[in-house]
């Protein structure tokens, strides 16, 4: 059964994607503190997320970095895009 999760932490969310999860989207959560805000789905994602939590998750290494690396990228344009774009007036 596919679930659906919306977090804010990029070490679990790369972990997320490393063991199949699928990236359904990124946005701004908070514009003040700049926090983003991952939305991924994929099966047994609460499996997932009680192993990493308790620390008994196994990885990939080449997967969890790729995957790491894909947020961080998709963070830096969605912050450059935000950045570039121009003020709204009142």
Same mark, same amino acid.
């Given at each position: 059964?596919?679930?659906?999760?919306?977090?804010?932490?990029?070490? %679990?969310? +790369? =972990?997320?994607? !490393?063991?199949?999860?699928?990236? *359904?989207?990124?946005?701004?959560?908070?514009?003040? $503190?700049? %926090?983003? +805000? =991952?939305?991924? !789905?994929?099966?047994?994602?609460? *499996?997932?997320?009680?192993?990493?939590?308790?620390? $008994?998750?196994?990885?990939?290494?080449?997967?969890?970095?790729?995957?790491?690396?894909?947020?961080?990228?998709?963070?830096?344009?969605? $912050?450059?895009?935000?950045?570039?774009?121009?003020?709204?007036?009142?």
């Amino acid at each position: 059964m596919a679930q659906h999760y919306e977090i804010t932490d990029i070490f %679990i969310g +790369a =972990f997320f994607l !490393s063991k199949g999860g699928d990236l *359904r989207g990124i946005r701004i959560k908070d514009a003040v $503190r700049g %926090i983003a +805000a =991952f939305e991924i !789905s994929g099966d047994d994602l609460d *499996r997932l997320d009680h192993e990493y939590r308790t620390g $008994r998750a196994l990885v990939n290494p080449v997967h969890l970095r790729e995957s790491l690396n894909l947020l961080r990228d998709m963070l830096f344009d969605l $912050r450059e895009r935000r950045r570039d774009a121009p003020k709204r007036r009142a």
